[in-house]
């Protein structure tokens, strides 16, 4: 069972090749609503800003939100900056904390 050819499923699932600077070659995305594609700098910029945005939210101070997921909180601080990238696993569990997510995977 061969598949569809990869520019025949790039076609129909709709992505669009971007070049983004941090890897050294094309990457192909799905076009956000508003048009604008978001490169992987761009995204790991917005996931900091976001966490922050949600303890802010919920009016917690780092050094209390820090030890919920079993961080430092120099740690924690890294993700809110762009300083560090959390992993999957480590970002589905801040959004556990920080009521992002009813259910735990």
């Known amino acids: 069972m061969a598949g569809p050819s990869l520019e025949q499923w790039i076609s129909d ?3 669009q090749q971007v070049n983004d600077p941090d890897v050294d070659k094309p990457v192909y995305r ?3 609503p508003d048009g604008r594609i978001t490169l992987s700098a761009g995204l790991e910029e917005r996931i900091s800003a976001s ?3 949600a303890r ?5 101070s780092r050094s ?3 030890p ?4 430092s909180e120099a740690v924690y601080a890294r993700y809110e900056t762009s300083v560090s990238r959390p992993t999957v696993g480590r970002l589905i569990h801040l959004c556990e904390v920080l009521g992002q997510v009813r259910k735990s995977f």
């Open 64 to 66: 209390k939100l820090a």
């Open 30 to 32: 799905l076009p956000p």
């Open 13 to 15: 699932v709709g992505l």
């Open 68 to 71: 919920l997921p079993g961080l």
């Open 51 to 53: 966490i922050r945005e």
């Open 56 to 60: 802010e939210r919920r009016n917690l």
